[in-house]
C-alpha cells in the first residue's frame, strides 16, 4: 500500500513558476514509476510528465516540454514537478499516481493517487 499526498499548488501570475512535490509513504517507492496529471476545470484528467523508477528516464506531454521537469529523490520518497513560465491554460488539479503498469500515460494504469493540488495561473 502506498500513500500520495501532493503539495505547493496554488496561485500564481502568467511567467510564473511553483514546484509541486509528492510525497509517499512505503518502501517500495524506489520501485516505482511515478506521473503526474492534471484535471483541468470540466475536462478530463491528463498525462503531464513521468519517471521512471531509477530516475533516469522522464517523458512529458508536448504542451509542457521545456517548461515542466519531473525529479525524483528516492531517499526522501518524494517525485517533484518543477513547473516554470506557467500559462493560464496550466491551471488544472495536480495529481501524483504510483505504480504504472502498462501504458504510463494513461490514467488506469496507475495504481495508487494522491488526493490533488490545486495550481491557478492568472493571465
Known amino acids: 500500500q502506498v500513500q500520495l499526498v501532493e503539495s505547493g499548488g496554488g496561485l500564481v501570475q502568467a511567467g510564473g513558476s511553483l514546484r509541486l512535490s509528492c510525497a509517499a509513504s512505503?518502501?517500495?517507492?524506489?520501485?516505482?514509476?511515478m506521473g503526474w496529471f492534471r484535471q483541468p476545470p470540466g475536462k478530463e484528467r491528463e498525462f503531464v510528465a513521468v519517471?521512471?523508477?531509477?530516475?533516469?528516464?522522464?517523458y512529458y506531454t508536448d504542451s509542457v516540454k521545456g517548461r515542466f521537469t519531473i525529479s525524483r529523490d528516492n531517499a526522501k520518497n518524494t517525485v517533484y514537478l518543477q513547473m516554470n513560465n506557467l500559462k493560464p491554460e496550466d491551471t488544472a488539479v495536480y495529481y501524483c499516481?504510483?505504480?504504472?503498469?502498462?501504458?504510463?500515460?494513461?490514467?488506469?494504469?496507475?495504481?495508487?493517487w494522491g488526493q490533488g493540488t490545486q495550481v491557478t495561473v492568472s493571465s
Open positions: 519517471i521512471r523508477a531509477s530516475g533516469m528516464i522522464t
Open positions: 512505503g518502501r517500495t517507492f524506489s520501485s516505482y514509476v
Open positions: 499516481a504510483a505504480g504504472a503498469i502498462g501504458d504510463s500515460s494513461d490514467p488506469k494504469a496507475y495504481r495508487y
